[in-house]
């Protein structure tokens, strides 16, 4: 940050003051010179017995305050550390200078408080919050989803191994990098690039963007949950019957008493249709081509999800850092809950089986290293600027490191524990179906979820219980990814344009949330299904992940990793080990290449239900992510056309970081001298 930072200091004046105010001078004079020195945002107060009235700015001790509002015992500064050398002859107070001064005519007092001009930067209310937040940022809906199909596709047991190996190798790295970078510049994800490497600077707009993308759909499941969870307060749950006027003749009630019914492939159990034909209604969408009308039930819910959002985020993390104690720690009530009922399910222990029995051939593809290293990227979310804007309202000391560690264990343990809630009910649906797990769990995506889980949850007992809390926490996970992915947005536009917006942040957080409402209409149509996929494959995936593996190559190669290393050092008192460093310097890029070069030669089969999506969606998608991503270039062309001087000049200022945070270097410098 530019912003200078609060500093309170404290010299006997028997000599001339650093600014040119000379100790016999009285405050008259000073108070004359007040005009001239706010220019240069320094105000000096001469005070007798200063100590007696306690300056608020000062802590107790001979601890001091700095900008963060937490104490040190070293000078902020070097000028700070000039000022309180003491004048020969001159006496100290009992309070080390700040204590009452002699007699009249004797030393005085010279109180330097250098103030600032902007608001003081947020902080967390208690540590928990931000910790509760990280984690109910990383854990979301594809932890509950996505992983156990991967697992279960990629091997069972044996994907774990390449899984750990991704985890420990790249993403915790680079989880701990962002949580560093966020907490030692106390920036948002665009202002910080002039600490580190300004011509990188596009990378924040780039993120802005892609998190803007993520809106437009992500919330859209939340409407989808949210529209279930309506429809559950009702004694017979919707999706249970086939007489509906939604439903279709293929439609088969297969409820556990229906011992006489038989299951065909050609048959669709009325959860199905439920979620095709009345939730999504894409029967009435023929693809892409032709979305249809807007569902006017979703626009409402979507209505509803975002207005919570906007209540939520709108004051900063001083109030989402209260909402996530309920919507981060609810979900792993449900998950307790649902795992409980799931293991006395008939038919449980087979699911369980097909999800860890381990094929330890499959580990010979690349497909699977390539899956596990995209599901760690994705699940733990480095690149969407989140961990960034988090971990600078953190104080300036805090352990991110043993952060770092402990919410991605939780992450991990939560996808691994995701997989049994779901998967005992795969094995119950099997059983009761008289069928293989694998064809019952063919379904991935949503669809797992409502689908197959939701006509699980019709066929216990209690199924309206079930119903309610299952879908509860779906939007609560959701909720949890949004409050974080907008957070990320709004701390690095405030960060960047602190005095057009600091003291709007209301208004410019309602209109984030109007925009990001608008931009989601599409996906609320008959064919919005369509939509939501494509902005999954191709809007956010590719980008975000070519925006991290140059963010990793600006901090460990042009920035430098003994730089960064020395910061963290400054921050958490230890030296960072050589795992991590060589972790940054070429192991993290190498894993984010892999999974680039992969996804290129591998292009992912877009396909929903029975609709393939044509060549040309293909080209749209590629098109929505370079749209993003073209920030990146684009902002370098415009860095160097704007700067001053030769070419040769202008690189070399363009790769020049800038001092980061006064207080921050200069207590560096002042403990070296």
Request: one cysteine or more; proline letters at 5%.
């Amino acid at each position: 940050m530019e912003t200078k930072d609060m500093m309170m200091t404290s010299m006997p004046t028997a000599d001339k003051g650093e600014n040119g105010v000379e100790s016999g001078k009285g405050g008259e004079e000073v108070e004359g010179q007040e005009e001239e020195t706010q220019q240069e945002n320094v105000s000096l107060v001469l005070a007798d017995g200063f100590g007696d009235r306690g300056p608020k700015s000062l802590t107790s001790g001979s601890g001091q305050q700095v900008s963060n509002g937490y104490t040190t015992s070293t000078p902020q500064s070097p000028r700070e550390g000039s000022e309180q050398r003491t004048a020969p002859g001159a006496a100290s107070g009992p309070t080390g200078g700040t204590g009452s001064t002699g007699p009249v005519g004797g030393l005085r007092t010279l109180v330097v408080q250098q103030t600032s001009l902007e608001r003081p930067r947020e902080t967390w209310s208690k540590k928990m919050d931000f910790l509760l937040s990280v984690i109910g940022y990383a854990v979301d809906l594809g932890n509950v989803w996505r992983f156990p199909y991967i697992c279960y596709q990629n091997g069972g047991g044996a994907f774990l191994l390449p899984y750990l190996l991704m985890a420990v190798f790249g993403g915790v790295p680079l989880f701990y990098m962002e949580l560093a970078l966020g907490q030692f510049h106390r920036s948002g994800c665009i202002s910080i690039w002039k600490h580190i490497c300004p011509i990188f600077k596009g990378i924040g707009f780039a993120i802005c963007i892609i998190a803007l993308y993520v809106a437009f759909y992500y919330n859209t499941i939340m409407a989808w949950a949210l529209y279930y969870l309506l429809s559950s307060f009702r004694p017979t749950l919707p999706w249970t019957t086939c007489t509906n006027s939604w439903n279709t003749a293929n439609c088969n009630r297969y409820l556990s008493s229906d011992q006489n019914v038989s299951w065909s492939n050609s048959s669709t159990s009325p959860a199905e249709e439920f979620y095709k034909r009345h939730v999504l209604q894409v029967h009435l969408s023929p693809g892409l081509h032709q979305l249809g009308s807007i569902s006017w039930q979703l626009a409402l819910c979507l209505l509803f999800i975002f207005t919570i959002v906007y209540f939520s985020i709108w004051k900063g993390v001083k109030t989402s850092g209260k909402v996530v104690w309920v919507t981060a720690t609810f979900p792993y009530l449900v998950l307790l809950i649902l795992l409980i009922r799931g293991a006395t399910l008939p038919g449980a222990w087979r699911g369980v089986v097909y999800y860890l029995r381990p094929s330890w051939e499959k580990l010979l593809s690349t497909t699977v290293w390539i899956d596990a290293a995209a599901q760690i990227f994705f699940s733990l979310g480095p690149g969407f600027g989140v961990l960034l804007a988090f971990a600078s309202y953190n104080p300036f000391h805090n352990n991110c490191y043993k952060d770092a560690l402990v919410t991605s264990s939780v992450n991990c343990l939560t996808s691994f524990l995701s997989g049994f809630v779901i998967f005992t009910v795969l094995g119950y649906m099997a059983e009761m179906r008289k069928q293989d797990v694998d064809d019952v769990a063919k379904d991935a995506g949503p669809s797992l979820l409502f689908i197959i889980y939701a006509e699980a949850i019709a066929n216990m007992p209690a199924a309206t219980f079930f119903a309610i809390i299952f879908f509860l926490m779906i939007i609560m996970l959701g909720l949890d990814s949004t409050f974080a992915g907008l957070e990320g947005v709004i701390t690095a536009m405030l960060d960047e344009f602190p005095h057009l917006l600091a003291k709007r942040r209301e208004w410019f957080v309602l209109g984030l949330v109007c925009v990001c409402y608008l931009g989601a209409l599409s996906t609320l149509t008959y064919g919005g299904a369509f939509v939501v996929k494509l902005f999954e494959e191709y809007a956010t995936g590719p980008a975000v992940i070519t925006v991290v593996l140059l963010e990793v190559i600006a901090v460990s190669w042009f920035y430098g990793t003994n730089r960064f290393c020395n910061d963290i050092q400054l921050m958490l008192g230890f030296y960072p080990g050589g795992f991590w460093r060589v972790c940054w310097v070429a192991i993290c890029p190498c894993f984010l290449l892999f999974i680039i070069i992969s996804f290129l030669a591998f292009p992912p089969e877009v396909k929903l239900f029975h609709y393939n999506y044509p060549p040309w969606t293909t080209v749209l998608g590629y098109c929505i992510g370079v749209s993003s991503f073209i920030c990146v270039p684009a902002y370098m062309v415009y860095h160097l056309l704007n700067a001053k001087g030769p070419f040769k000049q202008r690189l070399l200022k363009s790769i020049t970081p800038q001092p980061s945070n006064d207080h921050h270097r200069d207590l560096f410098v002042t403990n070296a001298i």
